[in-house]
């Protein structure tokens, strides 16, 4: 079984940034589904179950399984981790991610312009997605975004921080307004 972790924080500790019934909808129906989905197809796979997520989605094409199932895996098992990474760079009580200040510099020159690159990756990205900051394979940090639920370690990248940019991260509060959502979730970023 894969468990979706516990949301270490109240529905609506990131308000005003994220209001409260976005967080409940988004961590117990989609959260919840993407794992639900993702136990249902690995339940297929007796191979799959020994393994982490992690260890699945970085070892996706080569996977013994079926295309349909390959998919699945990929959407859901990447729904089911991009969020635990978004849940935690956002959790008002983890410093845990403060370490990074000084590889930003180093790789865009300040925080404001990664800040700047970023949220314009978010803004172009076209549908449903997500904004990364990755590391790659020689530690190189690096910005650019992903369709629909695919995960960075399924092209040899280690995910650091991520903005979910499906319309169910931001209508209710933002509606069509992404980058007025993309601005207000720099709040909740402690990377600086
Ligand atoms: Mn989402």
Sequence with gaps: MFIQPKLNYSFDALEPYIDKETMEIHYEKHHANYYKNFNDITQKYPDLKKMSLEEILKNLPSLSVNKADRKKIQNNGGGSLNHDLFWETMNPNNKKNQNLTKEIEIEFGNIEKFKEIFSQIALNHFGSGWAW???DKDNKLKVYSLPNQDSPLSISDTPL?????????????????????????WNLIKII
């Excluded at 991260?169 to 992404?178: D, I």
């Design 133 to 135: 900051l990755v590391g």
């Design 161 to 185: 921080l991520c903005l979910d940019l499906w319309e169910h991260a931001y209508y209710l509060k933002y509606q069509n307004k992404r980058a007025d959502y993309i601005a207000s979730w």
